[in-house]
């Protein structure tokens, strides 16, 4: 439960030390004393967010601790140690703590530890479940009736199985797109992509083999003076001199001299080298002409292979000798193409296994919620009979949502409906509903929904809005016999409610110069007659309305 309230700072509020108690206690003040203020720095510790207005002015930072005793909370101990939060010194108690600067920028912490706003947050849901004034409001919106039936309900795994098996899906679907990455082939395309491999592979083109092409082709076109270059360029005319004797008679008769001069000795070592030289390009041209087949098939078949070459090249509309490498770039795509097939064909089945479980578990669901909901609509009714709605009946719709998809929240379109009459039909809340009838149906929602919270700490911030006389009196009454089950804070404008507390703060301004303060006091037995008076007579208090606070205290007292 909540223990104390520590304010710096914080707007009209310089110091503030609060203890609370068990049971009921109920705050009161005038219109504009700042009773908002307190749940304002109380939110700012479970995770609201924070703004620089929010600063006292004149000061730096506003800085508000809420201290918690967990010693009946063994569930909320549990998640601090997992989470490496609890106070080694004494893990029965919890400190939320958060810092405002005057820029609007805060830090959080638990325990001394620093944290971010989410980790409040989650803390605080267990800690804490504020009621707010505007909360028949929230009763229009279609959205908020399955969670005010889950809360009431109280069925997590049956939640939890249909979250996780939703989430996984959308998981899946996640990978789908980064697969396809909106470009998946279409099955024309995935055929168009198969015929270029199969007819590049069919063309069965070697590495450097268009430039090995070329050069026989230019060679075969070119065949009768490529040959007779050669054979001139070869010895056989036996009236000419053969260049190799010439070499070899010049070369003996400077050897024979070579002693004389370093110039005959090189001049002599060159003709040897020429000769070495010649001799072997006559090997060369000799081979040449060996090899050489002069077939006049073969240049045909050239030119037909040349010719497939560069038509394919030219379809491709890249260069002949880049179609080996093209083939390999296709051959990927069509790879990966088939690749992603595949895995997207697992992760459907993946899919089908999982909208099988999805039915399975969103099915059950329906089924605690069919159940919870004829249990709310039955606690709900006994409620609306003590304010005064007797013939007031409630009724939850429960329908399939048109939605395919696997929705974390189940298949159950849910809507609240009321009749507040004998034999109508039950209708929409913002149909059927006044203003008045409105608060008290979402009272009775509230007080229902807060008897099943396992949630320590309950906050009313004046639920008991248009609402008066007798039914006031079975308001506070209803307050005070749930406070008997938890610690329970009910910021009130209503005598008839703050009469059944147990306990009673007041919330007051003053101003002094230029600054103005918010303070908070504890009452005690005079000092709550003399605040049930004020708010049974405005500022003017007589005997009659001193006593008759003074009755209503006892009356309250006597119920307790």
Sequence with gaps: MLQQLIVHHYTLVDFLHLDFSH??????????????????????????????????????????????????????????????????????????????????????????????????????????????????????????????????????????????????????????????????????????????????????????????????????????QLLQAVRCALPNNPLDEDPMACLQR???????????????????????????????????????????????????????RLDQIYSTARKHKIQAADLPEHLTLLQQQLQQNQDQEGQLEAIHEQQ?????????????????????????????GEQLTLLGMPNCRLELSMQTKSDIRLQPQGRDDIEILISTNPGQIAKPLAKIASGGELSRISLAIQVVIATTSITPSLIFDEVDVGIGGATAEIVGRLLSQLGQHCQLLCITHLPQVASQAQHHLQVSKSSHGQATQTQVAALDDDQRIQEIARMLGGVKLTQQTLAHAKEMLGTGALLH
């Design 352 to 380: 089908i296994a999982l909208a099988n479980a999805y039915d399975e578990a969103a099915t059950s669901l329906t089924k605690v919620r069919q159940t919870a909901a004829k249990k709310l609509e039955k606690a709900v």
């Design 23 to 224: 049971k009921m206690t109920a705050i009161s003040g005038e219109t504009g004393a700042g009773k908002s203020i307190l749940l304002g720095a109380l939110g700012l510790t479970l995770g609201d967010r924070a703004e620089s207005g929010c600063v006292r002015q004149g000061a730096e930072r506003a800085d508000i601790h809420a201290v918690f005793d967990l010693s009946q909370l063994p569930q909320v101990k549990d998640y601090l140690a997992a989470k490496h939060l609890a106070s080694a010194e004494d893990p029965d108690t919890c400190i939320l703590r958060r810092i405002v600067n005057q820029d609007g920028r805060s830090r959080g912490y638990i325990n001394g530890k620093p944290v971010n706003i989410t980790a409040l947050k989650e803390l605080g849901r267990q800690l804490i479940n504020i009621h707010g004034q505007h909360e028949h409001q929230h009763l229009l919106a279609r959205d908020s009736h399955q969670t005010l039936l889950d809360a009431f309900g109280n069925y997590p795994k049956h939640q939890e199985a249909v979250s996780s098996i939703s989430h996984e899906w959308l998981e899946f679907d996640r990978q789908i797109k980064a697969l396809t990455g909106g470009q998946q082939l279409s099955e024309a395309e995935q055929q168009l992509l198969q015929y270029q491999v199969d007819e590049l592979v069919q063309l069965n083109l070697l590495e450097d083999e268009v430039l090995a092409l070329e050069q026989e082709h230019k060679q075969r076109a070119n065949a009768d």
């Design 250 to 304: 010049w070369q003996q008769q400077l050897q024979n001299f070579s002693q004389h001069s370093p110039h005959l000795t090189a001049a002599v070592d060159m003709l040897a080298s020429a000769a070495i030289q010649i001799e072997e390009s006559q090997i060369e041209l000799q081979n040449f002409l060996q090899g050489f087949d002069e077939d006049p098939a073969r240049l045909q078949t050239l030119e037909h």
